[in-house]
């Protein structure tokens, strides 16, 4: 047996391709996942384009508006022709405030009209009452991802503020600044992000979601500032006075008064007029369009902007997401594959309560929970049955009647963040998907105790007719699993049946499902990969759930007549397959609460005791780990 494989297993399975793979310019990766997101664009754009030239062949409905404004966002002889007029009204907004009480005055018209501010107000689910949509407040986004990124001993920091600065600069004065004005505005808009700063919190610290949930009275909340009146902001997004808000970040909105008041003011609005500057750049000419992604090329290590066409479906696809996801799905995946994913669904739910029944480690009061929250989980496969309604008013204005690109994307987004507030104090849809069907991914809602598996992603190499059963499981099986332990997670252990955040352990089973949290932190946590190391503590709540995954998926594998392990372990190791930009594997390490792809693949089978058995992997061989050091929670 190859002396590879009992010490890289990962390399093993996708040394071949990693030779010969090749990431495209304007992407910071490539591999199983984005190798299906390529695809999947390929075949949306060839379709986007036959339509525009066949406007007869759309079939009637909301694609329609889809495609009109996919023709809007490809004309780039209009958006050349137009440049950066169809922005100057909103700069013009923004440069003719004089000072804070001039904001106050408009203060619910720009936030519907998604202008920025130094902090953030929705509507969504309460955490302890999901069937109430309530008001939330956070904090504003530091221009770096991540506020590790500003520490001394960071020394990609000052060279990606440098980018930032640069570009910013060279986008303003293509927006008819002159270089002394730019240079001044970029000078103060840093200035201010630095202000925020010290008072938000890492990507780590927002690993565990439920330190959002803080709770404030109305005058609680709008007694955070006394330069921003937050009480007639509140009143007039939700028509209301709401009896709590909840602040996800009550240290930040102490500090606000700090960040932005009137003698700061002129460093904030010139961090307003590069935040508006910066969101449209993707609608106007190419110059600017290539110009404002330099920064986020820098980030991720891609060589060169997307092709135009490509870019204009991204806009289209971005802005009509669900739209063009449930066409996708219904065109795309066949009711046998829906009939037989979701019958892997639910032989995994079944596994998964097997498992529970079975369990060691838990007492009977929590199992029960467990079970009672298992059963209780919503399956949604291949495509919604309904799509948000919003999408009802999307109506797109075309060239021949006057409309724009930017007019058409700014009035769209209004309507979306128009419904938003409008849904304060309404239950929640659970049938209501968050994500395309046409999206390579999945999910599990802990507020609403579902997971969704978009059609997307139910293809090769997760999941194809093609491939044996035990292939299957070893991929899509998989990734089903992982969707469930999801639910029972260090962040989704926390809720309950309804998504309620309600702690339903016993004290014992809370202590031990900590400890061997801790566990799997320690199996990540400093492991180095792309000269960094990874933060096991932000990837926990992710190797959990993998390693669930991959238990439960191999526990359903061996209870088909023809189990083939080895096609489960070499699947599971194929879906994982990356090859990615150096700057990208920085940057997640940084942000992502998953782990690196090949340790994901790798450090998981270590856990597992039939892959030492099926390959025979021995004290000597590098994907050996000790029985005592593996890691084993659902």
Known sequence: MSSLLKDDFYEYVNGAWLETAEIPEDKPATGGFQDLVDEIDRLLMKEFEDFSQHPETIPPGRLQDAVAYYDLAKDYESRDRLGAAPLRPLLERVTALENLEDLNRQLVDWVLE????????????????????????????????????????????????????????????????????AATIVSEALAFDRLIVPHVRSSEENADYSKNYNPRTFDEFTNYSQFFDLRSLTLGLIGQEPEKIIVTEPDYFTAL??????????????????????????????????????????????????????????????????????????????????????????????????????????????????????????????????????????????????????????????????????KYGQAKDREEWEMSAATVNAYYHPFLNVIVFPAAILQAPFYSLEQSKSANYGGIGAVIAHEISHAFDNNGAKFDEFGNMNNWWTEADLAQFEKLSQAMIAEFDGLPYAGGKVNGTLTVSENIADAGGLSCALAAAKKEDQVSLEDFFTNWAKIWRSKARPQYEQLLLAIDVHAPAKLRGNIQLQNIDDFYTTYDINEQDGMYLAPEKRVHIW
């Open 257 to 422: 008064d700090e960040i932005a008041n009137p003698t700061n003011f002129p460093l904030m609005k010139s961090w307003l007029l590069i935040q508006v500057a910066l969101a449209f750049t993707g609608y106007l000419s190419e110059e600017l369009r290539v110009l404002g992604g330099t920064y986020s090329r820098q980030l991720s290590g891609a060589t060169a902007p997307k092709p135009q066409d490509k870019a204009a479906f991204y806009l289209a696809n971005g802005r009509f997401s669900q739209v063009v996801g449930e066409y996708y799905g219904r065109k795309y995946f066949g009711p046998k594959a829906k009939a037989d994913v979701e019958h892997m669904v639910k032989e995994m739910i079944a596994i998964y309560q097997e498992r529970l029944e079975h369990n060691t480690w838990l007492s009977e009061a929590t199992c029960q929970k467990a079970i009672v929250k298992l059963g209780t989980l919503g399956i949604h496969v291949g495509y919604p049955e309904k799509i948000p309604a919003f999408y009802d008013r999307f109506h797109t204005k075309p060239k021949s009647e006057g409309g724009t690109l930017v007019g058409n994307a700014r009035r769209f987004a209004r309507i979306v963040r128009e419904d938003r507030f409008s």
């Open 114 to 181: 998604g202008l920025p501010l130094p902090f953030d107000v929705d509507v969504d689910q309460d955490m302890k009452n999901t069937r109430f949509n309530t008001f939330f407040a956070g904090p504003a986004g530091t221009i770096l991802p991540d506020k590790t990124y500003y520490d001394e001993d960071n020394a990609q920091g000052p060279q990606l503020l440098d980018a930032f600065g640069t570009m910013t600069r060279a986008v303003l004065e293509k927006l008819d600044y002159s270089k002394e004005q």
